[in-house]
């Protein structure tokens, strides 16, 4: 698995979309004219309230949904990790982290990747008998596995009791900041969203509403505008 990425190609972007617009059936759209840029090893949460069409776009970006209008550019290595970990019940832990998986040492890749996130010891474990902790980590193997350069993350914390979820919250932060790939993480939870990502975009009516950095350790010069801005 890749180092640390040139600063020079972080500044890349590795995800463009232009005017996107989907609708389902004869229901208003969903996604109307949205712009979106990400660029390479940016960490990026997506909030919005329910039905604003957050998963829609995701699944656009990961090429599972249908063809859209408008134009989207993506990376061709891209790996997704959705609420559910969606492992296949028949194959070991280990063979879902490997399944499609082209090169000769993919056994010895997958081995790697679930040692990462801490699975070393469930490699023939049968998915049915992971926690659910476990089974989210090994959901994140096999998106890491394939050295994304574009991780998109559909509410991935949001089905775990709240250990887990802090833990696999900080795995998914030391993953990033060891591959460095683009991350879309989608979550309802602002403190989640300011924990871990370094911008932050509200979806509504369609659109990139909001578009906000993120960064915590720069110091303050001016009086808090949220507070002002929630008295006025
Ligand atoms: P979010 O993830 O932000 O909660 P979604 O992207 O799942 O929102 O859904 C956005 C809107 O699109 C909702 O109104 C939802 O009902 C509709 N929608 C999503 N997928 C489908 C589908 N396959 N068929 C019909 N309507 C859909
Ligand atoms: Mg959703």
Do not use: C, Y
């Not at 082209?102 to 008998?129: C, F, I, K, N, S």
């Not at 926690?131 to 050295?147: F, T, W, Y």
């Amino acid at each position: 698995m890749n180092a640390h990425p040139p600063l020079t190609s972080i500044q890349q972007p590795v995800v463009q979309v232009s005017n996107l617009v989907r609708s389902f059936g004869k229901g208003p759209n969903v996604l109307d004219g949205l712009d979106l840029s990400i660029r390479a090893g940016e960490f990026v949460a997506l909030l919005g309230r329910s039905g604003s069409g957050k998963s829609t776009l995701l699944r656009t970006l990961a090429g599972l949904d249908a063809a859209p209008a408008g134009t989207v550019t993506v990376p061709a290595e891209r790996a997704v990790v959705f609420q559910e970990p969606r492992l296949v019940p028949w194959k070991t832990v280990r063979a879902n982290v490997a399944l499609g998986l082209r090169m000769a040492d993919a056994q010895e890749r997958a081995v790697a990747a679930l040692t990462e996130v801490g699975l070393g010891h469930r490699l023939e474990a049968w998915p049915l008998t992971l926690s659910g902790g476990e089974a989210q980590r090994a959901a994140l193997a096999r998106a890491l596995v394939r050295e994304p350069k574009l991780l998109l993350l559909d509410e991935p914390f949001a089905a775990l009791d709240a250990l887990t979820r802090l833990k696999t919250q900080k795995l998914v932060a030391a993953l990033w900041r060891a591959h460095r790939p683009a991350v879309l993480l989608v979550t309802h939870d602002v403190d989640e969203a300011l924990l871990l990502a370094d911008r932050a975009l509200v979806l509504d009516q369609g659109r990139i509403a909001l578009d906000l950095r993120i960064d915590l350790e720069r110091p303050r010069r001016h009086a808090d505008p949220g507070f002002a801005s929630l008295r006025s």
